[in-house]
Structures are given as C-alpha cells and as structure tokens.
C-alpha cells in the first residue's frame, strides 16, 4: 500500500516540487496551503508523515505540531519541518514539538 505524506506550504511552487519529488520516490502526496485544511483532510484520513512549513498563514507550523502532537489521533504521525529561517530558537522550537511523538 502507498504511504502517504502531507505537505503544508502556503507556497503553491514548493509543494509541486516536493510533490513531484515525492510521488517520483513511490509515495502519493496530498498538498495544503494551511493548517485548516490539513485538519480537515486528517479528521478523514491521518497522513503516514507530514512536512510541515512553520511560516504559514493564520495557524503557524508551531502551532500546527503543537496541535498534532497533543491529540492522541495525530501524535504518532511523523513530522518534519520545514523552513527558511534559520535561527537556532526557531529550530530548537521546531524539533521540540516534532519529537514528543514517544
């Protein structure tokens, strides 16, 4: 069975490409432009994984995985973040959510 991934990108360009990359490599790929349309896809049907910008419209990456991991339904489901920002709060802040799967 194929697994799937979500993406999260509010810019449309970057999930074709990493779509495109993505169903190149085996896997099928749903894209969302925001957290609100990611909940609404997952309440039907959980991702195997998410890739998940942190610089998103309305609900942030942060607050997404924030989201995610705290509700038992979602908290197993990998995430990686994704970003242009550099700074080392940022990361710190990124992998602290996406490493309370355990």
Do not use: H
């Amino acid at each position: 069975m194929e697994k799937v991934i979500a993406v999260v990108d509010d810019e449309e360009d970057i999930v074709e490409l990493i779509s495109i990359n993505l169903q190149k490599a085996g896997y099928k790929v749903k894209g969302f432009g925001d957290g609100k349309a990611l909940f609404k896809s997952i309440a039907e049907s959980p991702p195997d994984m998410i890739l998940l910008d942190i610089m998103l419209p309305g609900m942030d990456g942060i607050e997404i995985c924030r989201e995610l991991k705290r509700d038992n339904k979602y908290a197993a489901i990998p995430v990686i973040m994704l970003t242009a920002k550099g700074d080392v709060t940022d990361k710190v802040l990124g992998l602290k959510w996406a490493q309370m799967i355990s």
